[in-house]
Nanobody, 114 residues
């Protein structure tokens, strides 16, 4: 359902871009977003964007990461990367009609070297 691309290894201060494409039809109000999970830590929300363009961004990445969306594709532009941004990043889709469903991408590693 969700296919991710992007990610990789970058030095501190560098930039990376993640993309995620959802296949099929997405019905009604929905959110697409990015979550991340570092080793030994819980998965956390990075940024989400609704079908109407409303965005929510975690304080830890505000001003550095930008989420954008074009129909069924969501992108995450990551600038000024820090070592603490190192994690596996997962794309997520939540749709609420006709029933609540959520889907996850396969995950992609982002590593920021100091």
């Amino acid at each position: 359902h969700l296919v991710q691309s992007g990610g990789g290894l970058v030095q501190t201060g560098g930039s990376l871009r993640l993309s995620c494409a959802a296949s099929g039809t997405i019905f009604g109000v929905n959110y697409m977003g990015w979550y991340r999970q570092a080793p030994g830590k819980q998965r956390e929300m990075v940024a989400r964007i609704s079908s109407s363009g409303y965005t929510v961004t975690a304080d830890s990445v505000k001003g550095r990461f930008t989420i954008s969306r074009d129909k069924n594709t969501v992108n995450l532009q990551m600038n000024s990367l820090k070592p603490e941004d190192t994690a596996v990043y997962y794309c997520n889709l939540e749709q609420f009609q006709p029933i609540y469903e959520t889907y996850w991408g396969q995950g992609t590693q982002v590593t920021v070297s100091s």
